[in-house]
């Protein structure tokens, strides 16, 4: 079945504890980003990845890093976290695609991370 | 940048009725795509329909439509026959693509709760 998978789906944690959250998509997708959520402020892009080694910023990038070492994977990465990361997060991921193509982003189940 | 607003926090429509969200949005590129996409209870997020900016005939698909004016830059999405399952949050969305036709950065509206009455 061809899915975007987020781990875990559910964590909290305290402020300052390094943390990871992984996404993996078996699509075989050049393109993934990470999303965060929250009320009243809709969808904001943290980053994306073009293909392997290639990321670029968001809108909201700061405190998080991201890695893409592997074509399937785009771990989301916070060094220290603090509550105003808390935050439902979104993975997705899409075929990069041809000029004039347009290409369907799959969305995760979505890792609501909580920060005390 | 690029912006993007919905201006409705909340609608509620009568089951069966039709409902209009509305979307406007900033940008001063020439190519990219529009999206509308619903988020239910479950909080998946699920694509209900695009529209690429250089076809001028508005989107369909199924009981969703869209009124795209370009050069007003507004993306409003038409619900005609409303279910209860339409009952959901929804997000306007822009993006657009790289040289190679890929995406480069998505930018979301803060989404309007939609209520279907029965």
């Known amino acids: 079945e061809a899915q975007v998978t987020q781990n875990p789906r559910y964590l909290i944690t305290v402020t300052g504890k390094k943390l990871t959250v992984t996404c993996s998509q078996n699509m075989n997708h050049e393109y993934m980003s990470w999303y965060r959520q929250d009320p009243g402020l809709g969808l904001r892009q943290i980053y994306y990845s073009m293909n392997v080694e290639v990321t670029d910023k968001g809108d909201v990038p700061e405190g998080y890093k991201v890695s893409r070492k592997e074509k399937r994977n785009f771990p989301l990465i916070l060094e220290s976290p603090s509550p105003n990361q808390t935050s439902l997060y979104f993975c997705?991921?899409?075929?990069?695609?041809?000029?004039?193509?347009?290409?369907?982003?799959?969305f995760g189940p979505g890792t609501r991370l909580t920060v005390l | 940048a690029q912006t993007v607003t919905q201006s409705q926090p909340e609608m509620s429509v009568q089951e069966a009725e039709t409902v209009t969200l509305s979307c406007t949005y900033d940008?001063?590129?020439?190519?990219?795509?529009l999206f509308w996409y619903k988020q239910p209870p479950s909080r998946q997020m699920i694509l209900v329909i695009r529209?690429?900016?250089?076809?001028?005939q508005n989107a369909t698909e199924n009981r969703f439509s869209v009124n795209f004016q370009k050069a007003a830059k507004s993306f409003s999405l038409k619900i005609s026959d409303s279910q209860l399952g339409d009952a959901a949050m929804y997000f306007c969305?822009?993006?657009?693509?790289?040289?190679?036709?890929?995406?480069?950065?998505?930018?979301f509206g803060t989404g309007t709760k939609l209520q279907v009455i029965p």
């Open positions: 529209q690429e900016a250089y076809k001028q």
């Open positions: 969305a822009y993006s657009v693509l790289g040289n190679s036709g890929g995406y480069q950065k998505v930018t």
């Open positions: 940008t001063s590129e020439s190519d990219y795509y």
């Open positions: 997705a991921s899409s075929i990069w695609g041809t000029s004039g193509t347009y290409n369907e982003q799959f």
